[in-house]
């Protein structure tokens, strides 16, 4: 394993991620097999647990949470298991759908939330030290994160804007960040005048498909496939990182090794 670098996968949101995109970073693990893997969130879409409505016919013939989401999403992180030390898995808003649908429940509602809940059914409960479940909200913590150095954190992400990546980097002011949530490749950095010190926000873009069925009329999306490589100092606190593109299923990595399937 290289303990000096981190794998850092964007949003899946199973049933709907891309089978060619989940493939390649399969092999990208299997090749580089990092000392840890960090999925950024909306691993799971929890599509049934959603206040908005379907808006395609396509959309309600995923018949099964379970089947559908929570079993290829198992099978996923067992994949990624195998290659890395440690499997960082971080809640999403799409994830926190299912806590939100059980406070709309009631009591009962909140009574089988445990039995429902993506921690629960991804096996964050059950599991060794290989696997670490960072929830996306906690009244021990509100800010929840994952430090992958002293000076850069994942988080799911803070914003969907167009100039997200600049929201983040003001956001989280004396820290870098790595982010998904919204699907693109974006990169933000400044430098402390007074310090030094170079600050960054970037997000690697998407690992689900990237046309949605919800966006009206067939709008063209901008989302690309990707993942970031972070590769840390030994020391904990510098790092370099590399996004990373997919297309049709090919990449090619910083030493110049193409992966295609």
């Known amino acids: 394993m ?3 670098l981190v794998l850092v996968l964007p949003d899946m949101h199973f049933p709907y991620n891309d089978p060619v995109a989940t493939e390649c970073v399969k092999k990208v693990a299997s090749v580089l097999k990092p000392g840890r893997i960090v999925q950024l969130g909306d691993i799971l879409d929890c599509a049934v647990f959603s206040n908005h409505g379907p808006s ?6 995923v018949d099964s949470f379970y089947e559908q989401e929570v079993v290829p999403a198992r099978q996923f992180i067992a994949t990624m298991l195998d290659h890395t030390e440690l499997y960082v898995q971080l809640a999403g808003n ?10 709309r429940q009631g009591l009962a509602g909140v009574a089988v939330h445990e039995l ?10 059950t599991a060794t030290g290989q696997f670490k479940w960072i929830p996306y909200m906690d009244t021990k913590s509100p800010t929840c994160f994952y430090s992958i150095t002293r ?5 799911h992400g803070w ?20 982010y998904g949530h919204t699907h693109r490749h974006q990169v933000a950095s400044t430098r ?9 926000a970037f997000s690697p ?36 990182e590399y996004c990373v593109t997919i297309e049709k299923g090919v990449c090619v990595l910083p030493d110049g090794k193409q992966i295609s399937l």
């Open 94 to 103: 799409h994830e926190h759908r299912v806590e939100r649908w059980a406070l």
């Open 151 to 155: 000076n850069l954190i994942a988080v």
């Open 159 to 178: 914003s969907f804007a167009k100039n997200a990546a600049q929201i983040h980097l003001d956001k989280a002011r004396s820290k870098s960040v790595v």
């Open 2 to 4: 290289n303990d000096q």
């Open 116 to 125: 429902v809940s993506p921690q629960h059914l991804l096996g964050a409960d």
């Open 192 to 200: 402390d005048p007074f310090s030094g010190k170079v600050l960054k």
């Open 56 to 61: 395609h016919v396509a959309e309600v013939r």
């Open 205 to 240: 873009g998407t690992l689900s498909k990237l046309q949605p069925l919800y966006f009206t009329g067939g709008t063209p999306s901008e989302w690309v496939h990707g993942f970031a490589l972070v590769y840390c100092s030994k020391k904990g606190t510098g790092f370099s």
